[in-house]
């Protein structure tokens, strides 16, 4: 086991449903392993419900809600996706000032597939270069971002993905980015 992001504590942003189980279990594990602490926060506390694509997958413990949380608490921030779970996150006033507080501290974030709506919602994607489902790509230059086709793309302490098939690609990079 790497000890990489030792002492670091990672947040998980979720809804409370449409979570695409592999783009939160998956970056989880490779927060274990490299001997960080993960901890799920969502609007409401209790479960949430993910998914793998439209079937429901398992459910999950909520550590903690947007409102009893505060960025100053974590060491980085990993947003899964899911259409439903960033779509709801944007929606919620306490989870969107959670995420804009990470970037404001400068503390790293990673976000894949449909995740960066709740980073356009905060305000914080101009002028960055970032990926994301394709579907998303119109709203990310229209929100000032730069777009590519890219498996994973790190743009200062944001790491962006398109898909769980780049979670290979987006582990590792968020691993570095967050190792610091």
Do not use: Y
């Not at 709506?117 to 305000?123: R, S, V």
């Amino acid at each position: 086991m790497s000890s990489r992001l030792q002492g670091k504590t990672i947040a998980f942003a979720v809804a409370g449903e449409g979570i695409e189980e592999i783009e939160l279990t998956e970056p989880w594990l490779a927060v274990e392993e490299a001997a960080g602490t993960p901890r799920l926060i969502s609007i409401e506390a209790g479960t949430v419900q993910a998914f793998d694509h439209l079937d429901k997958a398992d459910t999950f413990d909520v550590d903690a809600t947007f409102a009893d949380s505060s960025a100053a608490d974590f060491d980085g921030l990993v947003l899964p996706g899911g259409v439903a779970n960033p779509d709801a996150l944007r929606a919620d006033e306490d989870a969107v000032k959670f995420v804009k507080a990470f970037f404001d501290s400068g503390k790293p974030v990673a976000a894949i597939c449909h995740a960066p709506w709740t980073l356009i919602e905060a305000q914080v994607v101009s002028g960055r270069r970032m990926t994301s489902w394709p579907s998303l790509r119109t709203d990310l230059e229209n929100a000032g971002a730069t777009w590519v086709d890219e498996e994973v793309v790190t743009d200062g302490n944001l790491v962006t993905s398109r898909k769980p098939d780049d979670l290979p690609a987006f582990k590792a990079a968020l691993l570095e980015v967050f190792a610091g």
